[in-house]
């Protein structure tokens, strides 16, 4: 890959009123979908900015300061979050977000040893495009629940909060549409922010805890008051503290988590591919891939043990690279550190925690709508042909099985559902059908053999 010319380089570090401006920059780039995967699946805002610092400055220790990549909540494992929550508790999605972690490690292990085609022939574009198109539609009730019902466990209707959700969709396209430069890589916070604005107007914002925490600063009589007022410990959930790993492990939660960690290692691959291409340096090389995943690895654990949603790396953030040319890993670092300090502070707890839910809901049904579109994207630049019944047949099936809710019922308390149901089974009738190179399509989802060749250089 030819090198790109660097405003800031990889391992340069900027002057300082430089540094924190840049890594703010990467801030703003995260922050709305960072706060939008807890908001929907019931985790603390604030757990998962902290665990989503801890968890990129990890990433950059594994990957030897070589890889500007910044972790945020995955949107891919807001499902099984959710499903895992109903049954165990927020303690044992906790549970399944280390497992899926776990897995991203093997998978590092494996490709270390073997190379990586293994892993593109397990998952062509056949199987992982239609995974991604059930995980963005199997979320699609979530966003128009929040976007049309009062908040309460019965679903009353609220011309009113669809209007606010309407608005704040309309807004955040807009923003997609028009804006342009490092603008146009904030259409969640822009709209995020002009629905809040808007819900104000409707009286349907609670501001209750954000007058609570100004009040407290204000009366504070000193300094030490004063931080003490303005910093706040995030509601952590930490395993053998406040829950015992070994009483809620089930193998239930297994089924459930571990299939989509496989899904989210194709995407990771793919921003690899990304990334190297615009800062110019192969990743796939050097360090390596095997590093990169197991730095993803090792930040989704971190956020586990603190009550954080799983990371991954961001497409945002590597838009921010595109645009400033800022390669720094010190800038990603500083930008870490500041999510790590907005984690704990309380009035950003409490700004967060008043967003309505329509308004969430308004910025879901466009996300969640990207991610569905995402995986026929997958399928259309792979040029996967549905002329051959192979392919149509594991298509079909994994959409109808995701989409329709099917599940396996193991045991009492084990059961294979929904999205984890229909990844299995495309993996196995793409393994069991004749004709397996038919699903690599255009046979170019990562360049598959370039990959395998630069992996096993690196490893070496």
């Keep these: 890959m030819k090198s790109t010319e660097a405003t800031v380089g990889i391992r340069e570090i900027p002057k300082a009123h430089k540094w924190i401006t840049l890594s703010i920059q990467h801030l703003f ?90 892993l ?37 209707y609220s011309a009113t909060h669809f209007t606010v959700a309407l608005v704040t969709l309309g807004i955040t396209i807009l923003a997609t549409v028009f804006l342009r ?51 706040h410990i995030p509601e952590f959930l930490i395993p053998f503290k406040d829950f015992s790993p070994t009483e809620v492990f089930s193998w239930h939660i297994v089924f459930i988590m571990v299939p989509f960690a496989l899904v989210t290692i194709t995407e990771h691959i793919g921003d690899q591919m990304v990334l190297s291409k615009v800062v110019g340096n192969n990743f796939l090389k050097n360090p390596g891939l095997n590093r990169s995943i197991m730095g993803d690895g090792v930040a989704t ?25 800022v390669y720094s890993v010190f800038v990603i670092g500083g930008a870490a550190v500041v999510a790590i300090f907005f984690g704990f502070m309380g009035m950003s707890t409490a700004i967060i925690g ?26 259309i630049d792979n040029q996967v042909d549905f002329g051959e019944k192979r392919n149509l047949i594991i298509a079909s099936v994994i959409l109808v099985l995701g989409v329709g809710g099917a599940f396996i019922q193991v045991t009492d308390d084990v059961q294979i559902a929904g999205m984890a149901l229909a990844a299995i089974v495309g993996v196995l009738l793409n393994l069991i059908l004749p004709g397996k190179e038919k699903s690599q399509g255009n046979g170019r989802m990562f360049e598959a053999t370039e990959l395998d060749e630069q992996q096993n250089d690196g490893a070496a």
């Design 354 to 379: 008043s967003i309505p839910a329509a308004v969430m809901g308004g910025v879901s049904i466009l996300l969640f709508g990207t991610i569905a579109s995402s995986g026929l994207r997958m399928l």
């Design 29 to 118: 780039a995260m922050f709305g979908a960072t706060i939008l995967v807890p908001f929907l699946t019931g985790l603390s805002p604030a757990v998962a900015l902290v665990s989503s610092g801890f968890g990129t400055l990890a990433y950059l220790l594994i990957t030897r300061g070589r890889i500007p990549a910044y972790l945020g909540s995955s949107f891919a494992f807001i499902y099984p979050i959710v499903e895992v929550s109903k049954t165990s508790g927020v303690a044992g999605a906790m549970i399944g977000s280390f497992l899926a972690g776990l897995v991203y490690g093997v998978i590092a292990l494996l490709i270390t040893m073997f190379g990586l085609n293994w």
């Design 181 to 231: 430069g490092f603008l146009s890589l904030l259409p969640i916070l822009f709209g995020i922010i002009g629905g809040y604005v808007f819900a104000l107007t409707q009286g349907i914002v609670d501001t209750t805890e954000i007058q609570a925490e100004w009040q407290n600063i204000t009366s504070a009589g000193s300094i030490g008051g004063f931080m003490q007022a303005l910093f």
């Design 301 to 325: 654990m971190i956020a586990s043990f603190l009550g954080g949603p799983p990371n991954t790396t961001y497409g945002e953030n590597i838009g921010v690279l595109a645009i400033t040319k």
């Design 120 to 156: 593109l022939k397990l998952l062509p574009p056949v199987v992982v495009g239609p995974v991604i198109i059930v995980i963005g539609l199997g979320l699609a009730s979530t966003a128009i629940d929040m976007a049309m019902y009062l908040p309460g466990e019965e679903q009353v």
